[in-house]
């Protein structure tokens, strides 16, 4: 299942930039919507202005600091990562929002999503390459498909957490009405 989408060094350029620039404004005290499309140095055939999902990580020496998106696109993927850096730095429950002080030095990641699909073969799962979301008795969780990289998980190990992550026991993807989806993502540094 191949990506639906790319993006040249100038689209992920301008994300990186978008990204960076939103937390600027909000530490400047500026208007903090984003850009207009005609404001963007990239065509509007681009995909930055399809409905793609997106996510912004944040990190302090290789530690978690803030990550925040959207599995499904609901607006231009510009947008999209122009909020959720915002929301990675500023909103993310887990973390105090943050610091001028932090930000100088933390590392951005910025992660594109195809569209979500049924996986129907949690066998064919492959780590590093496929994102999670599992859906279940009203609970759901998702992971990026670096996560289990990072975490050194097998692929039981990744099903298995992220069933901890939705608030359900390990093994509750394999339930009768558990819903298990797959997608691929473009993940680079910003």
Known sequence: MPLSFALSAVEKNC???LARRAIDVRFAGLP?????????????TSALFRQLGGFVTLTLSGM????????AGKGPLYATIW?????????????PPLSPKEWPVAQLHISVLDELTPCFDPDAIEIGRHGL???HRGHSGVFLPQVPVEQGWD???YLDNLCRKAGL??????????QLYW????VFEG
């Open 183 to 186: 997608y691929e993502a473009l």
């Open 169 to 178: 026991p390990a093994g509750s993807w394999n339930e009768p009405g558990a």
């Open 32 to 44: 903090e919507d984003p850009p207009s499309p005609e404001a963007l140095a990239v065509k509007n």
């Open 64 to 71: 978690l600091r803030g990550c925040i998106g959207n599995i």
């Open 133 to 135: 979301l599992l859906q």
């Open 15 to 17: 994300l990186s930039h």
């Open 155 to 157: 692929r039981q190990a």
């Open 83 to 95: 909020n959720m850096a915002q929301a990675a730095a500023f909103h993310d429950p887990r973390f």
